[in-house]
Nanobody, 115 residues
């Protein structure tokens, strides 16, 4: 599985941004998907995950109520809608996929939130 993330950029605090991640291959619906992020000087952290059907989602507490993950299995795409962005959300965001553990990673897309 190859993953291509896009949609990052510079946004003012309080603003929205939507990330997309397109996966190659015919078995996208078999994979659980997720987004991680890594801020400068910090370890990569889990942000949000979604199961294969898209029914079940998981969020880190710091983004609950602000971020929404969704997927379109017909388009091999997973989305991350980010609202009410804060400067502390600034990081490189990575799309990831896996059957059990997250085994496949995209190249990352930079999100910068200015105060």
């Amino acid at each position: 599985v190859q993953l291509q993330a896009s949609g990052g950029g510079l946004v003012q605090a309080g603003g929205p941004l939507r990330l997309s991640c397109v996966a190659s291959g015919r078995t996208f619906s078999s994979y659980r998907m997720g987004w991680f992020r890594q801020a400068p000087g910090k370890e990569r952290e889990f942000v949000v995950g979604i199961n294969r059907s898209g029914i079940t989602t998981y969020y880190v507490d710091s983004v609950k109520g602000r971020f929404t993950i969704s997927r379109d299995n017909a388009k091999n795409t997973v989305y991350l809608q980010m609202n009410s962005l804060k400067p502390e959300d600034t990081a490189v965001y990575y799309c990831t996929a896996g059957l059990g553990t997250y085994d496949y990673w995209g190249q990352g897309t930079q999100v910068t939130v200015s105060s």
